[in-house]
Nanobody, 130 residues
Framework: QVQLVESGGGSVQAGGSLRISCAVSGFHYLRYCMAWFRQGPGKEREGVATIDFDGDTTYENSVKGRFTISKDNAENTLYLQMNSLKPEDTAIYYC????????????????????????WGQGTQVTVSS
């Protein structure tokens, strides 16, 4: 059974940095996308960054140059390094994976930008104060 467990959220002042992690277990897929999504207060969920099984990454425009997604395959952990944080980055951050039959169905057309991720963590709160 696949489990994604986020950690590392917290409160930070604007301009500060934070690294959040996602521990992945029960995951044995060779082809997949991993991603960070976020949902701010009163906002819809949005994709922040993605990384595929080859290590290729994509970023939402507002975080380019500030956030870095990475994965440690040996530790089965996904990371999101967030620098130069802004109050508008305040949100619950979710780790997600697109794998298995969902990957084969959606990746060919949409790549890792697909919204059809089928595994999700419980989320971790990030609060940025001005």
């Amino acid at each position: 059974q696949v489990q994604l467990v986020e950690s590392g959220g917290g409160s930070v002042q604007a301009g500060g940095s934070l690294r959040i992690s996602c521990a992945v277990s029960g995951f044995h897929y060779l082809r997949y996308c991993m991603a960070w999504f976020r949902q701010g207060p009163g906002k819809e969920r949005e994709g922040v960054a993605t990384i595929d099984f080859d290590g290729d990454t994509t970023y939402e425009n507002s975080v380019k140059g500030r956030f870095t997604i990475s994965k440690d395959n040996a530790e089965n952990t996904l990371y999101l390094q967030m620098n130069s944080l802004k109050p508008e980055d305040t949100a619950i951050y979710y780790c997600a994976a697109l794998a298995g039959s969902q990957w084969y169905e959606h990746y060919p057309d949409k790549g890792c930008s697909s919204q059809d991720y089928n595994y999700w963590g419980q989320g971790t709160q990030v609060t940025v104060s001005s």
